[in-house]
């Protein structure tokens, strides 16, 4: 049975188990403390699970877990206007200069650890409250990325940015406990585009959703692992700095810290 969508959200057109949530939950209080409708479908289902999860409880509502293969990026994304077309091919591989030439050809997947000569790298799962640094989930603690103001048509000068920023945006998300919560490159890459086409400053979602998301933890419980999926090889994966790597499949993505 489809939810009851009142006037208090006339923007709400679920199509996804999460969206039919929100919409409920914004049926019974307009003015819960959630995202618009479309800032709240651009996150992963593992974000929007984190969102749900304590309106929800307050109206006796059950948030299903995430699934392992969630929509395609592409199944409610807004047409880009004539004015922002992303690129046709896909996100590029990123590069992992703190490794050198060689990239990660002499490391090995290992389960949930990632062994390099000379070093090794465990999956991080997401952080209970107590074991996080104070302050981090205060106001104060911004994601802080900053907004893109360079030529769009500039392919190789925007990748440079975006990865960048996915760099700061995976280093914020640990420091908050929500390494098991990341969204992947492919889909940070394809949320800025579908952003720009609608003109909206994918850093100022970008910090808003950061937003909620520290008040969401300040009170919630959060599982370890949404998932118990791994990374299948090492070829989608890249250093964020000599500490960090990340993997991922497109749909999903995996932080591995470096241990010791």
């Given at each position: 049975?489809a939810?009851?969508?009142?006037?208090?959200a006339p923007?709400?057109?679920?199509?996804t188990e999460?969206?039919?949530?929100?919409c409920q939950?914004?049926a019974k209080d307009?003015?819960?403390a959630?995202?618009s409708f479309?800032?709240?479908?651009?996150?992963?289902?593992?974000v929007?699970a984190l969102?749900?999860k304590?309106?929800?409880?307050?109206w006796?509502?059950?948030?299903p877990?995430?699934?392992?293969?969630?929509?395609p990026?592409?199944?409610a994304?807004p047409?880009?206007?004539?004015?922002?077309t992303?690129?046709a091919?896909e996100?590029?591989s990123?590069?992992?200069?703190?490794?050198?030439?060689t990239?990660l050809?002499?490391?090995?997947?290992?389960?949930d650890?990632?062994?390099?000569?000379?070093?090794?790298?465990?999956?991080?799962?997401n952080?209970?409250?107590?074991?996080?640094p104070n302050?981090?989930?205060s106001?104060?603690n911004?994601?802080g990325?900053?907004?893109f103001?360079?030529?769009?048509?500039?392919e190789v000068?925007?990748?440079?940015?975006l990865?960048t920023?996915?760099?700061r945006?995976i280093?914020?998300?640990?420091e908050?406990g929500?390494g098991g919560a990341?969204m992947s490159f492919?889909?940070?890459?394809?949320?800025?585009?579908?952003?720009?086409?609608?003109g909206v400053d994918?850093?100022q979602?970008?910090?808003?959703?950061y937003?909620y998301?520290k008040?969401d933890?300040?009170?919630?419980a959060?599982?370890?692992r949404?998932?118990s999926?791994?990374?299948?090889n090492?070829d989608?994966?890249?250093a964020?700095?000599?500490d960090?790597?990340?993997?991922?499949?497109v749909a999903?993505?995996?932080v591995?810290?470096?241990a010791?």
């Amino acid at each position: 049975m489809a939810p009851v969508v009142s006037q208090a959200a006339p923007q709400c057109q679920p199509q996804t188990e999460y969206e039919k949530l929100y919409c409920q939950i914004k049926a019974k209080d307009a003015n819960v403390a959630l995202p618009s409708f479309e800032d709240f479908r651009r996150n992963d289902p593992q974000v929007q699970a984190l969102l749900l999860k304590r309106p929800a409880a307050r109206w006796g509502l059950a948030v299903p877990s995430p699934k392992v293969a969630p929509r395609p990026e592409n199944s409610a994304a807004p047409k880009a206007s004539a004015q922002v077309t992303p690129p046709a091919i896909e996100p590029p591989s990123r590069k992992s200069p703190a490794f050198g030439n060689t990239g990660l050809g002499e490391c090995i997947l290992q389960g949930d650890s990632i062994r390099c000569p000379g070093r090794q790298f465990e999956l991080v799962s997401n952080q209970p409250n107590r074991a996080l640094p104070n302050g981090v989930l205060s106001e104060e603690n911004k994601l802080g990325l900053p907004s893109f103001t360079g030529d769009l048509k500039d392919e190789v000068s925007v990748r440079r940015y975006l990865s960048t920023a996915y760099d700061r945006y995976i280093v914020k998300m640990l420091e908050i406990g929500l390494g098991g919560a990341t969204m992947s490159f492919t889909r940070f890459y394809n949320g800025f585009w579908r952003h720009q086409s609608q003109g909206v400053d994918y850093a100022q979602r970008m910090e808003s959703t950061y937003h909620y998301l520290k008040q969401d933890k300040k009170t919630l419980a959060v599982k370890a692992r949404l998932h118990s999926k791994l990374p299948a090889n090492l070829d989608n994966c890249s250093a964020v700095n000599g500490d960090i790597l990340v993997c991922d499949d497109v749909a999903t993505s995996w932080v591995f810290v470096r241990a010791g």
